[in-house]
């Protein structure tokens, strides 16, 4: 089994892992073993579909023209009498 072993110090972990404060700032080992076939345990995460274009079918092209300062004219005319 191959496998790396390391003696590094922990500040170049802090991006990687998030270490308990009794570890920061002193030199630790590393050790790298491949896991071999995933467990049976681990339930494998289905991608969720996104929202992303799930409404593209109901969009008005006439319209989009519109979309790039409708919200500050929305404002605007709601508040300009003030």
């Known amino acids: ?3 790396i072993r390391k003696i590094t110090n922990s500040d170049a972990l802090k991006h990687i892992v998030d ?3 009794n570890l920061r700032n002193q030199d630790v080992e590393l050790i790298i073993l491949p896991i071999g076939d ?3 345990f681990k339930q494998a995460i289905p991608a969720s579909p996104t929202a992303k274009g799930a409404l593209k079918q109901y969009a008005n092209l006439d319209l989009i023209q ?3 300062d409708a919200w500050e004219k929305g404002v605007q005319e709601k508040h300009e009498h003030r």
């Open 38 to 40: 995933p467990s049976p």
């Open 66 to 68: 519109y979309e790039q």
């Open 19 to 21: 270490l308990p404060e």
């Open 1 to 3: 089994m191959n496998f």
